[in-house]
């Protein structure tokens, strides 16, 4: 601490005062004796604060010391506490405001930017179902019979069948309109015909009620049918054959179960996809051909009885041997 210069004479009591070898209790009172009481209260007073504070020394070494421990704390601060890179926060709000209504925009037009499925229409054992296609044409799905065709159509209207269906194609000529079976395919413009095209039967029927349908196998062009025009196609013995058909203007609506030249397996498999049963037929089964209809309003064991009643004429006959089975010999 530094003192003012007018002050050092008493705070510091130098050597050369008249009073230096006098006992303290005597210099105060010759002191009080030779002064006045104003000047005796400034002596106490300067004797109070020169007691009170400390030399210059003790000072300079608290600073320093108070210096070192801020570095020492300074120094373990530094190496206990991770770097840390500190990032600006606007720019990534910005960022986040110009791509959050584009990842918006996406999610809403992804599903419309995947290719759409394909529409897919099945029955089962005994259902008949109509079925409008994007270019409104109306298909009557029979009996475990399953279409297949895109949810747009492009400059081919094509539709895979398995099984069998009537089709009222809507005409338009500048996009044909062709049924695939995996055995043949049927191309029209804009008629009406249905196609039987069941994996268990070996021949595939085409069967035409107004217009003009064009059947082809691969590259070969098996016929081209006018109203009233049945063709049949075997894929085994490549066997073709073009005939008339009597039932075709009852196509569209009726559920009557017509035949027509029809071989035991194909009007047995027409029975199966009506009624849940069975029928097991030996091999050495001879071949007919049978022309009738059925009517599905009878149970299965009256269909049964009209059948046995057609295969009299060729030695065969029908016995129930479950409550679904039947076995014919």
């Known amino acids: 601490m530094v003192t003012p210069p007018g002050l050092c004479n008493s705070v510091m ?3 050369n005062s008249p009073f230096y070898h006098l006992p303290a209790r005597l210099q105060r009172y010759l002191r009080s004796r030779l002064t006045s009481p104003r000047q005796q209260r400034r002596e106490q007073w300067l004797d109070e604060l020169a007691a009170a504070t400390p030399d210059d020394d003790e000072l300079i070494t608290r600073e320093r010391e108070a210096e070192r421990r801020a ?13 840390a890179r500190v990032l600006p926060l606007w720019p990534g709000l910005r960022v986040a405001a110009v791509l959050l209504p584009l990842l918006v925009a996406a999610a809403v037009l992804w599903p419309r930017l995947q290719t759409p499925q394909p529409l897919h229409y099945a029955t089962g054992v005994g259902e008949h179902r109509e079925v409008v296609l994007p270019d409104s044409s109306h298909v009557w799905l029979r009996p475990r019979s399953e279409l297949t065709c895109a949810a747009t159509f492009g400059k081919v209207r094509a539709v895979q069948l398995r099984g069998e269906a009537f089709f009222e194609v809507t005409k338009d000529p500048k996009h044909p309109f062709v049924v695939h079976t995996g055995k043949v395919a049927v191309r029209v413009l804009g008629t009406s015909f ?7 039967l ?5 069967l035409v009620r107004t217009g003009r349908v064009q059947v082809a196998q691969q590259q070969r062009i098996l016929g081209v049918l006018r109203p009233h025009d049945q063709l049949l196609y075997n894929t085994i013995t490549q066997q073709l054959a073009i005939t008339q058909n009597e039932y075709s203007d009852l196509l569209p ?3 009557l179960l017509t035949f027509e030249q029809a071989s035991l397996p194909e009007i047995l498999l027409l029975l199966e996809n009506t009624y849940p049963i069975h029928f097991e037929l030996g091999r050495d089964a001879p071949t007919v051909a049978l022309t009738g209809s059925l009517d599905p309003s009878l149970s299965a064991d009256q269909l049964t009885d009209v059948l046995n009643a057609l ?3 060729h030695h065969l006959h029908i016995t129930k041997r479950t409550a679904t089975t039947y076995q014919i010999h």
């Open 71 to 83: 570095r020492i704390l300074e120094e373990i601060r530094a190496r206990t506490q991770p770097s």
């Open 202 to 206: 070996p021949t595939t029927t085409v």
């Open 311 to 313: 295969l009299q004429r």
């Open 194 to 200: 249905l196609v039987k095209a069941y994996a268990a």
């Open 253 to 255: 609506t009726s559920r």
């Open 13 to 15: 009591k130098p050597r």
